[in-house]
């Protein structure tokens, strides 16, 4: 059911790799169609002040229809008693998620 998902990732994760990714995460919102998973969105947490979203995917097809969105305000809606949330996304993605009351910041990473 997890099939399409991290279209042109360098290293991309493998459907077994994403069940698990999603199984051990704090909370996780869906989008299905026909029994299939189009769309997802997750957060770890330490369920006290901080949560991190790492993804939001919408399967190719089925973007530009407001699932993202669903999906978002759906997972925020999961984590309204955590005070602080945060997510990565490129620069030209921050609109988009203002537009779900998110605000630009700064921040540290190590990659692998
Ligand atoms: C980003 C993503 C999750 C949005 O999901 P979606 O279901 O297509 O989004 P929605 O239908 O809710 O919203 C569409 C809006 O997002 C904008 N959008 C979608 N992808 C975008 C991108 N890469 N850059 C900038 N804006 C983008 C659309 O222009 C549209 O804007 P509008 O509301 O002003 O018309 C989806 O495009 C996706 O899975 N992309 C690949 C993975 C990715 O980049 N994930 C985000 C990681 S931080």
Request: glycine content about 8%.
């Amino acid at each position: 059911m997890l099939e399409g998902f991290c279209a042109g990732w360098s290293n991309p994760l493998t459907s077994a790799e994403l069940y698990q990714v999603l199984s051990n995460s704090y909370k996780i919102a869906l989008a299905k169609d026909k029994g299939k998973i189009v769309g997802f969105v997750h957060a770890i947490s330490d369920k006290v002040k901080f949560a991190f979203i790492p993804m939001l995917e919408v399967l190719p097809e089925y973007q530009n229809i407001g699932i993202g969105k669903k999906l978002m305000e759906n997972l925020l809606e999961q984590l309204k008693d955590i005070d602080n949330i945060d997510l990565i996304c490129d620069k030209e993605l921050q609109p988009y998620y203002e537009k779900l009351g998110m605000i630009k910041y700064t921040g540290m990473v190590i990659r692998k």
